[in-house]
């Protein structure tokens, strides 16, 4: 199935295209892997809490994120949306680890 050009241009901008894409990438790489809330992700990914919280602002909005439970204990998990279109975030980390 060919790869839907609005979900490719959104994830190119929001992990490429913009301040913070590098820890954004980040932290799907930690979700992906075992969903976490956001003290864990800011213990792991070495990051202060606001800032995790920023990140989650920016993927929330942009449904790449899915919140399960409230406030503080909140779980994050990849939202369907970004299952669907992983191949899009797999090339771009790998764009990205041949750059450097």
């Known amino acids: 199935m060919p790869t839907d050009p609005y ?26 892997n075992k969903p976490l809330n956001a003290n864990q992700l800011a213990k792991e990914m070495n990051l202060d809490y606001k800032a995790i919280q920023h990140h989650v602002g920016v993927l929330e909005k942009n449904n790449l994120i899915t919140r399960v439970g409230d406030k503080y204990g909140a779980t994050f998990f990849i939202s369907t949306f970004l299952e669907v279109n992983l191949d899009v975030f797999d090339e771009i980390v790998s764009k990205l680890e041949k750059s450097t």
């Open 7 to 32: 979900a490719k241009r959104l994830l190119w901008f929001i992990f490429m295209g913009s301040k913070g894409g590098l820890n954004r990438i980040r932290f799907i790489s930690h979700i992906r």
